[in-house]
């Protein structure tokens, strides 16, 4: 039996040169000199800018400067645009269109300046990752005159492109990109990867000289074994691969042990598919690591499986482990860690910590020292039911932060559903019946186990937060972040057409009209089933873990809002049930109501974008965009005008990135 591993161990020679570093580690600012140089501002990704010209008082004369769209940027309309761009020197950079195209865009006018694209034939059109154009790129320079934008093809390359001109630097691996399926399994016994298996839709992250790669993978394995997200360093000069950190340890590396069965051999996933963030001080990279092989069932992996699931820090020169905390052990929930930890320095009870801040799915926010990995506040081992499903060994465990609480709903019980009249009250409770409810680390059923169509799970399997993450304030330490509150129906079945695995999830929803009617969800007459808001932003202050305020995101959608059984009913505002990126300004915060390729129902997103109070939520101003949004907003400078820039979507419609700024 394995050793359980509940705390973070770092490496005491790391420790000792951090001390040798002279003077204290700068904290992390947020964007600088009215540039945006990575996909969260800074490379500790907190979303933030110092620029003020856009204030309180002016933000309500707001007008469109300029659209971007992305017409012939592919075969297929891309309606599900998730980037961010970069902005250096007055020119964006950023990913677009379906065949993942680079394009560099005049910053003050919205002109296409140059395009790269890398035809990849069938590889690049059987990537397993979702989004067709990416979040964006990464930029490296030597601090003089050679400037590069680094990319991540749909085909699983690392490019490096020229930022002047988009043409690929020769010196740079192959004429330019390195095949990231080679070395992918380096210092393992594991088969060759295929075309289809992995990917990357998130940007590279550039530490100093070094390129820091993750992977995404398909959700659903074919099997229990499958390919393993491993993450690599490269050479931002050559290409060359300078490491690679086993996220599944292998024999002789720490947390092989947890890995039981001798399952380390063939499981799979455990990648980094969102973004990541560094100290570049440091010389730390903080990786959020994903579920291992398969998402709602583990039985053919026992053990606590690290690092799955787990913030890991690592030596960016090296690739060494410094320290890491296993967040859930052994995964069944598909509660991957999907977005950057934020770095900011706090101040706790009178004490300076360069903190990190890693919000989840399962809506607790995490907050460790970020040179120690020691949490801040206590984290609980508390015990959770265990598992029924044949053949899963659920850990009795799981950790539980004692502060931030958490930021959204957790579990499912009869006082979480809607009462908005008695009448939808008794039937939300009859609807209930039908599932096993419980609270958060419940693990999924059986599908018509005991009569009971599947587990209510809350948060859902995307969350909670999402890739859209959080944003922080880097001068007062306060975090602000948007989730979702609607539940997943978690049921597993035998499925030979999809896995040979013995269970995977897609039993137990509700069929027929009434799942139809309304908004298309499983309450009653189609109306959801848990209480609003189903859309919100938190407000979080790191120096003291306690919440300063929370608003529903967005107004009550139409199908609740008009919904017949709902007539004369005072429905208050609920907010929308989808993410939305967040920026912070030294003003104000900003955040749209979302959507996108999963705003399937109308109501599950929409077009307004909003700027909120910094200290009360307040909403100061509205606007209605031509699209919905749906990458993260930035924001930069150029001949004294900030402009906020984020891509907007719409089904069947060419994506756009929209400009605004003050007449």
């Known amino acids: 039996m394995s050793t359980r591993i509940t705390r973070c161990v770092w490496n005491g020679l790391a420790v000792v040169a951090i001390l040798l570093v002279t003077g204290a ?19 500790g990704s907190t979303k933030y800018s110092t620029l003020d010209q856009i204030d309180r008082d002016n933000v309500a004369d707001l007008q469109i400067a300029w659209r971007w769209r992305t017409d012939n940027f592919g075969p297929r309309v891309d309606f599900n645009y998730q980037a961010t761009p970069l902005m250096v020197g007055g020119v964006l950079y950023t990913s677009a269109g379906w065949r993942r195209n680079v394009v560099a865009i005049d910053g003050a006018t919205g002109e296409t300046l140059w395009m790269y694209r890398l035809d990849e034939g069938e590889r690049g059109d059987v990537s397993p990752v979702r989004a067709s154009s990416g979040r964006g790129v990464a930029y490296w320079t030597d601090g003089q005159d050679d400037e590069r934008i680094i990319h991540v093809t749909r085909g699983y390359r690392l490019v490096a492109l020229d930022a002047a001109t988009g043409l690929p630097v020769p010196t740079f691996g192959e004429q330019g990109a390195v095949d990231l399926f080679q070395g992918i399994n380096d210092g393992t016994d594991r088969p060759p990867v295929e ?12 530490v100093g000289d070094v390129i820091v790669v993750g992977a995404a993978l398909r959700a659903t394995a074919p099997a229990p074994e499958f390919t393993a997200g491993f993450v690599r360093g490269f050479d931002a000069r050559t290409g060359e691969q300078l490491w690679i950190f086993h996220t599944i340890p292998q024999p002789g590396e720490f ?14 996933n455990t990648g980094v598919w969102a973004p990541m963030s560094a100290d570049p001080e440091l010389g730390y990279v903080y990786l959020p690591v994903e579920t291992p092989t398969n998402d709602l069932y583990g039985g053919h992996r026992p053990g606590d499986n690290l690092f799955a699931e787990s913030l890991v820090c690592l030596d960016a020169r090296t690739g060494e482990r410094v320290w890491h905390y296993q967040l859930i052990h052994h995964g069944i929930w598909d509660y991957d860690i999907p977005t950057p930890p934020a770095l900011v320095d706090i101040t ?53 932060p004692t502060r931030p609480a958490p930021f959204d709903r957790q579990g499912v019980s009869n006082d979480d559903l809607i009462d908005f009249t008695p009448e939808l009250a008794a039937e939300a409770r009859r609807i209930a019946s039908e599932y096993q409810l419980g609270p958060i680390y419940t ?12 587990l209510l799970m809350l948060p859902q399997m995307t969350g909670g937060a999402n890739w859209q993450g959080g944003a922080v304030d880097a001068e007062t330490g306060i975090l602000y972040v948007a989730s979702v509150t609607a539940p ?4 597993l079945v035998n499925d030979p057409d999809r896995s040979t695995m ?48 929370m608003i529903p995101n967005g107004d009550t959608p139409d199908c609740v809002a008009n919904h017949p059984a ?21 003003t104000l915060v900003f955040a749209g109501e979302g959507g996108g390729l999963f705003a399937t129902p109308t109501w599950a997103g929409g077009e307004m974008f909003y700027a909120y109070d910094k200290q009360t939520g307040e909403t100061i101003w509205e606007m209605e965009l031509p699209k919905r949004q749906s990458g993260v907003p930035m924001t930069y400078m150029i001949d004294g005008k900030q402009y906020i820039v984020m891509a907007m979507s719409a089904r069947g419609e060419p994506a756009e990135l929209v400009a605004l700024t003050l007449p």
């Not at 075309?195 to 550039?206: D, E, K």
């Not at 693990?443 to 599947?454: E, F, K, N, T, V």
């Open 25 to 43: 580690a700068a904290a992390q600012q947020g964007a600088r000199d009215g540039e945006w140089r990575y996909y969260g501002a800074d490379s």
């Open 195 to 206: 075309p289809g298996q992995i990917g990357l839709n998130s940007p590279a992250l550039v």
């Open 255 to 268: 947390g092989n042990d947890t890995w039981e069965n001798d399952s380390w051999r063939y499981s799979g």
């Open 348 to 400: 706790v009870d009178g004490r300076e910590i360069k903190a990190v801040a890693q919000v989840t799915k399962q809506a607790f926010t995490y907050v460790f020292d970020r040179v120690t990995g020691e949490p801040v506040w206590p984290i609980e081992e508390r015990p959770v039911p265990a598992s029924t499903v044949p053949g899963e060994q659920a850990a009795p465990t799981q950790p539980f």
């Open 443 to 454: 693990p999924p059923i059986l599908a018509g186990q005991d009569g009971l169509r599947a």
């Open 488 to 491: 997943t129906v978690a049921g």
């Open 502 to 549: 013995d269970f995977v999830g897609g039993g137990g929803r509700r069929r027929g009209a009434a799942a139809r009617q309304g908004c298309g969800e499983i309450g009653p007459l189609g109306l959801p089933l848990i209480k609003p808001p189903w859309g919100r932003i938190t407000a979080i202050d790191l120096n003291s873990g306690e919440h300063l305020w």
């Open 566 to 586: 709902l007539s004369g009913v005072d429905i208050p505002r609920t907010g929308k049930p989808e993410r939305s990126g967040i920026l912070v300004t030294k």
